[in-house]
Each structure stands twice: as C-alpha cells, then as structure tokens.
C-alpha cells in the first residue's frame, strides 16, 4: 500500500511538472503585416546591406539573437514592428533602409511568446547578421522594467525548440553582435554602419548560455 501511494505520489509529482513545464511556453500566433512593401523593403535590404539576392527573402537560421524592445507594454511593442516602414522617428536607421525593425518572436511579460513572423522569413533586428538570425525580443528594458523571470523561462524553453527544428550554431544579445564583424558570418556592405546595443545585457544572456553550453557567442575562428 506504502508503495503504491508512493508511486501514485511521484507520478502526481511529475505530471505536475510537465504541466508547470508546458503552460511556461505559451506560443500565440500574431503576425506582423507582411504585405508587398515589407517583402520588397527586405529583398531590397538583404541585397543593398548583405549583398545577397534572392527571388523570396528567406532565411537559413544559424544562430538566436535575443533583444529588449526599450518598450514597456506588449501592445506598444507589437505597434512598434506591426508597420512595414520604419517610422519617422528612428532617423539613424532610416539612412540604411526604410524596412521597420522587427523580429520572430515578441516574449510579453508574462512569458507569454508571439509568434510574428515565420523562422525562416527575413527580419531586420541585427546589423550585419539578420540574414542568418532568428530574433526574438522581450517586452521591457534595463532600468524601469527589466526583464522578468517568466521571460527568462521562455527564452529558455523556445530556444530550446528552436534547436530542435534549425541548424542553430549561435547564441547572443543584441549587445554583442559586433564580436562577429570581420568574421565570415558578417554581411554588412557599409563598414561605418554600427549601432551601440545594450540589449538585453551580460546577466541575461550569461543565464542562457548556462543551459546552452554548446551554442557559441562568438564567430568560429
């Protein structure tokens, strides 16, 4: 009888986390408007700033990159990248191109993971590198809302499947994207072209690649 409940209790115990487990990865369909213009702005983008032309703007992912939006609601942030032109008020990216800023994956508060765009789709959210990269931003920032744990797990849990379903070699914050220039990864035909990242910063990323030891935060040598 002792045996039998102590089985019974232990099974109790792992349903219960495989449930706690699988209600962290809550994955929403929500796409941005991808329409003419933004599928034109990226194979215009991916031929003027990555030298690369194609008859579709499609990806081969190889690496994750992980961002903050420096926005602090869910609905704001998904205004922010829904437009396929970049808005009048981002000036020192407009030179560039005209193709808003976007991503893959919008990660709420809550942990909650909106899928906006397909992983193998073209998405600007990384100078020199969108062209291989999978983004994935989190609602928040450094200082007033920083990340949240719920994010941090589902960071976790969806580059998890990613893994599962690409060729991912790489992991990185926005903040560290200019380690690969010179590399032959980097695609950027501007060489002045940089932005300064702080997004989403040493601890979370440090974090993450704990789980992921062998995904690489810098360019094979």
């Known amino acids: 009888m002792v045996k039998k409940a102590l089985k019974h209790l ?35 983008y991916m031929k003027n700033r990555h030298g690369i032309e194609q008859k579709e703007p499609t990806i081969r992912p190889k690496m994750v990159v992980c961002h903050w939006t420096a926005i602090p609601t869910f609905e704001q942030s998904f205004f922010a990248f ?73 960071n976790y849990l969806l580059i998890k499947q990613l893994r599962k379903k690409h060729k991912i070699e790489y992991l990185i914050g926005h903040h560290e994207y200019t380690k690969f220039r010179g590399s032959s990864l980097w695609k950027e035909t501007d060489s002045t072209y940089q932005t300064t990242k ?22 094979t040598p």
């Open 82 to 154: 829904n437009t396929p032109i970049l808005p009048n008020a981002r000036p020192e990216l407009k030179n560039a191109s005209l193709l808003n800023v976007s991503a893959h994956y919008l990660v709420d508060r809550d942990g909650t993971v909106y899928h906006l765009l397909p992983d193998t789709i073209f998405a600007r959210h990384v100078i020199g590198l969108n062209y291989c990269a999978i983004g994935i931003e989190n609602v928040g920032d450094g200082t007033d809302n920083k990340l949240t744990e719920a994010q941090f797990e589902a």
């Open 10 to 44: 232990i099974f109790c115990l792992i349903l219960f986390n495989f449930q706690v487990f699988g209600q962290k990865l809550k994955i929403v369909e929500k796409p941005i408007i991808w329409d003419s213009t933004r599928r034109a702005l990226s194979l215009e």
């Open 198 to 219: 702080s997004d989403p910063g040493d601890e979370f990323m440090n974090r993450l690649r704990e789980k992921f030891k062998k995904l690489k935060k810098e360019p």
